[in-house]
């Protein structure tokens, strides 16, 4: 299965700034999912991003306070802007391989005051 | 509209015992369904089905499909403390655009006393 990291592992982080989190891949990916988990809820996709074309996002979610990078096969980042207590949440890549077995990072922990 | 629904919802057993988790689907265009075990904060991959009646096995964990009965079973055997966690089960259909974004079901609590 591929190793994959996300930084950071947690942040704090004031209301109205931005983060961006990475994630990188041991392996070349076909797609890479970013996802977030609420505490006590179930993981919600946020969007997907292929290498060379925009990301795709799921309904709720805008690039604007998402933008996403894929810039090669084993690297992706999203950031998430202007940030509000509500964006307090674990937020997931999850890449999917040429197998078509999909996988999750390790997470990272965001808490916004 | 597509669903996956996992049963039960929680658990206790004991160290030592066998369990069996359920997940059923309704998903047009069923492509695999991939288990998930998520303790802490990130799911970790157990399995991914993709054929009826071939029973994946890794250590104390099995699991095998049933795509005329629309279902899947996740079996634990000898249990251990650490084995409590949340078993998520997902759907991945067909089509879907780009995407083929996986379905996830809502979990399963486990939960191993000693």
């Known amino acids: 299965s591929a190793v994959i990291s996300q930084k950071p592992s947690r942040d704090i982080c004031q209301r109205g700034t931005s983060l961006t989190i990475q994630c990188q891949v041991d392996?070349?990916?076909?797609?890479m999912f970013w996802y977030r988990q609420q505490p006590g809820q179930s993981l919600t996709l946020i969007a997907t991003?292929?290498?060379?074309?925009?990301?795709?996002?799921e309904s709720g979610f805008v690039i604007d306070k998402f933008p996403i990078s894929r810039p090669n096969l084993t690297f992706s980042t999203l950031t998430v802007s202007n940030m509000s207590p509500e964006d307090s949440s674990i937020y997931l890549c999850?890449?999917?391989?040429?197998?078509?077995?999909?996988?999750f990072g390790p997470g990272t922990r965001l808490t916004v005051l | 509209e597509d669903k996956v629904v996992q049963s039960p919802l929680s658990l206790v057993v004991h160290e030592g015992d066998t369990v069996t988790l359920n997940c059923s689907y309704e998903?047009?265009?069923?492509?695999?369904l991939l288990w998930y075990k998520q303790e802490k904060k990130a799911p970790t991959f157990l399995f991914m089905l993709?054929?009826?009646?071939i029973e994946k096995k890794s250590g104390r964990l099995s699991s095998i499909l049933d795509k005329k009965e629309l279902f899947s079973i996740l079996n634990i055997t000898a249990t251990q403390t650490g084995d409590s966690a949340i078993y998520l089960c997902?759907?991945?259909?067909f089509g879907g655009g780009a995407t083929n974004k996986l379905i996830f079901g809502t979990g399963t609590l486990l939960a191993v006393q000693p």
């Open positions: 998903v047009t265009n069923f492509r695999s």
């Open positions: 999850s890449p999917r391989d040429r197998d078509n077995e999909q996988f």
């Open positions: 997902a759907v991945r259909p």
């Open positions: 993709t054929s009826s009646g």
């Open positions: 991003a292929n290498q060379g074309s925009e990301a795709t996002y």
């Open positions: 392996s070349q990916v076909t797609m």
